[in-house]
């Protein structure tokens, strides 16, 4: 069965960091592009980095040179690495799975992420 289990969130002040971590298991990891979306109260989940199975990258605009995607195939682990918080990157962040077929297929349980002084 396929799990996604983020973990890493937690309330951090503007202009520091956190690391998101995903654990994938049930699945062939390395053969799937992975990505992260977040969802901020009452708006609509967003598409923030997206990495392909060779370790190909997308950022959203916002986050461009501020976050940091990569992957462990052997531990079957997606990260995110988040520079420079800003109060507007405040949101429940999700692992998700991309399926060339299936579009985003399954997605985690979610992990918060709260920048505020």
């Known amino acids: 069965q396929v799990q996604l289990v983020e973990s890493g969130g937690g309330l951090v002040q503007p202009e520091g960091s956190l690391t998101l971590s995903c654990a994938a298991s049930?699945?062939?990891?390395?053969?799937?592009?992975m990505g992260w979306f977040r969802q901020a109260p009452g708006k609509d989940r967003e598409a923030v980095s997206i990495?392909?199975?060779?370790?190909?990258?997308y950022y959203e605009d916002s986050v461009k040179g501020r976050f940091t995607i990569s992957r462990d195939n052997a531990k079957n682990t997606l990260y995110l690495q988040m520079n420079s918080l800003k109060p507007e990157d405040t949101a429940v962040y999700y692992c998700v799975r991309h399926n060339p077929e299936r579009d985003y297929d399954y997605w985690g349980q979610g992990t918060q992420v709260i920048v505020a002084s």
């Open positions: 990495i392909s199975g060779a370790g190909y990258t």
């Open positions: 049930g699945f062939t990891f390395s053969t799937f592009a």
